[in-house]
């Protein structure tokens, strides 16, 4: 009854406040000591056909290289919204299990250098009716799922075991040995391209995504993971085109809007830049608050000293304990 979700590397959502902890949580491991805070809404879609479908879902967070036990634990409800809090830095797998089966494994880091950090993280499934086998149960599919013959996800689940206990190149054996099996299992290269990307080699992880969105042009994580490897290599001109396909397949992600704006910066074309960065604000006002950074510098390069200050003063609003505070409250009252 498994179904595979893609692994993916997702941005942070910085948050400058903090968010109490949820009694209905457990912490069962070593994640806890820090200040982060992963949640989101579980979206489940139901066929009227599918019939029976269960009241509730137990949520899972494992910590890789924690040893295979969840430090974490919460039970929802069908699109209620669960919370992990008080975590430390490092990578999770949020594990989705109805009636002891595994349905979906969703990867995400968690990084806060400075603040606290929010970081949100929807899982989207979907009941469906097996109208050809009216003697079994219904089924549940995640978003941009990928059926696999029961040995490839064999090798897909040795695959996923190795990047959890850290051993990068194990994991990179597996998925390619998968991938030469069946190239169309674009979900297979996605993991491939985080993997090499967790080693640091952006140039094999650029690659591996390229692959997965040669197959599946319109999937999200391997273009949202693509434009941002694009832009760690600073290649600006190329990560444009991506990161549009990204927004178009997705607008509601602030992350695409930033990564889209920014890389206007870069190639220095601002008034395109604007648009895609306040559109980041819009939609996560709080975790891209950064953005309100960069499109101050836009303004005061531009003579726009006045709206720079305006930007200094929203951006102060939602991080008040910003390090650089004084010098952004100066600048304010010389140019306010």
Avoid at 234 to 255: H, N
């Amino acid at each position: 009854m498994r179904v595979n979700s893609a692994i993916l590397v997702l941005t942070i959502f910085l948050a400058a406040f903090f968010v109490p902890a949820v009694p209905g949580q457990r912490n069962l491991g070593p994640a806890a000591g820090g200040k982060s805070v992963l949640y989101g809404d579980l979206q489940v879609k139901e066929d009227a056909a599918s019939g029976l479908k269960p009241v509730s879902y137990e949520i899972n967070l494992f910590a890789l290289g924690g040893g295979g036990m969840p430090v974490a634990r919460q039970t929802v409800s069908a699109n209620g919204r669960y919370r992990f809090t008080n975590l430390a830095d490092g990578d999770y797998d949020i594990v989705v299990v109805v009636e002891n089966n595994e349905i979906t494994r969703l990867r995400v880091q968690v990084r806060a250098p400075i603040y606290p950090t929010d970081i949100r993280q929807d899982i989207a499934l979907e009941w469906k009716a097996n109208h050809n086998q009216p003697n079994r149960p219904p089924s549940i599919s995640a978003e941009d799922s990928y059926q696999r013959t029961p040995a490839n996800q064999k090798i897909f689940d040795k695959a996923q075991a190795a990047t959890d206990n850290k051993k990068y190149d194990e994991s990179i054996t597996f998925l390619k040995q998968l991938v030469a099996a069946d190239p169309q299992d674009f979900q297979a290269w996605t993991e491939l391209g985080t993997v090499f990307l967790l080693e640091k080699n952006l140039a094999e992880a650029a690659t591996a995504y390229e692959q997965s969105t040669a197959v599946r042009p319109k999937f999200f994580l391997a273009l949202m993971n693509l434009g941002r490897v694009l832009l760690m290599q600073k290649k600006f001109d190329e990560a444009i085109p991506i990161l549009t396909r990204a927004v178009e397949v997705r607008p509601a992600s602030a992350d695409a809007n930033y990564y889209l704006g920014e890389a206007y910066l870069q190639i220095k074309k601002g008034s395109k830049a604007v648009s895609y960065l306040y559109e980041a604000l819009k939609l996560d006002p709080v975790g891209k608050a950064e953005a309100h950074l960069r499109l101050a510098v836009l303004y005061n390069g531009a003579g726009l000293k006045s709206k720079a200050a305006n930007e200094y003063v929203e951006f102060l609003k939602k991080k008040p304990d910003y390090p650089d505070r004084k010098k952004l409250e100066e600048y304010i009252a010389q140019n306010k």
